[in-house]
């Protein structure tokens, strides 16, 4: 628990029980991303007290102290991950809703590329590809 109230404390974020159980929640589960309601059934499961109006502040919280990245596929769905610094992009499933996370060297260049003959250099850039199982 030390290292979530130091997470916490770098965020600029007073340690209070919910936020250090929820930045458990998400650091433990295998689950990597997960929607408020994920995190609160998994609360539940465990025995955790934590009201899911709390569960959707502290996460609104956590993304805007950079601890957490949210997404938003299919149908406006939020997710949340663990923000680690290292940048991927994700491939959503339309059968499963499985998130698959993947790096590709060749299309963060040729990202790079257009950016620059359209005279822009590249920031930040979210990709998500949906895909279907082949066949």
């Given at each position: 628990?030390?290292?979530?109230?130091?997470?916490?404390?770098?965020?600029?974020?007073?340690?209070?029980?919910?936020?250090?159980?929820?930045?458990?929640?998400?650091?433990?589960?295998?689950?990597?991303?997960?929607?408020?309601?994920?995190?609160?059934?998994?609360?539940?499961?465990?025995?955790?007290?934590?009201?899911?109006?709390?569960?959707?502040?502290?996460?609104?919280?956590?993304?805007?102290a950079g601890?957490?990245?949210?997404?938003?596929?299919?149908?406006?769905?939020?997710?949340?991950?663990?923000?680690?610094?290292?940048?991927?992009?994700?491939?959503?499933?339309?059968?499963?809703?499985?998130?698959?996370?993947?790096?590709?060297?060749?299309?963060?260049?040729?990202?790079?590329?257009?950016?620059?003959?359209?005279?822009?250099?590249?920031?930040?850039?979210?990709?998500?590809?949906?895909?279907?199982?082949?066949?």
């Open positions: 628990m030390a290292e979530e109230n130091q997470e916490l404390r770098k965020a600029g974020l007073k340690v209070t029980l919910p936020r250090v159980k929820i930045l458990q929640m998400l650091e433990s589960s295998e689950e990597r991303h997960m929607s408020a309601e994920d995190v609160y059934k998994a609360l539940m499961e465990a025995g955790d007290d934590v009201g899911l109006a709390t569960v959707y502040r502290v996460l609104t919280q956590f993304e805007s601890l957490v990245e949210r997404h938003n596929f299919d149908g406006g769905h939020s997710v949340f991950e663990i923000a680690r610094g290292e940048h991927h992009d994700h491939m959503v499933c339309m059968d499963t809703s499985a998130v698959i996370e993947f790096h590709n060297e060749k299309i963060e260049a040729l990202q790079r590329q257009i950016a620059d003959e359209h005279g822009y250099e590249l920031v930040d850039h979210s990709l998500v590809l949906y895909v279907k199982p082949k066949k």
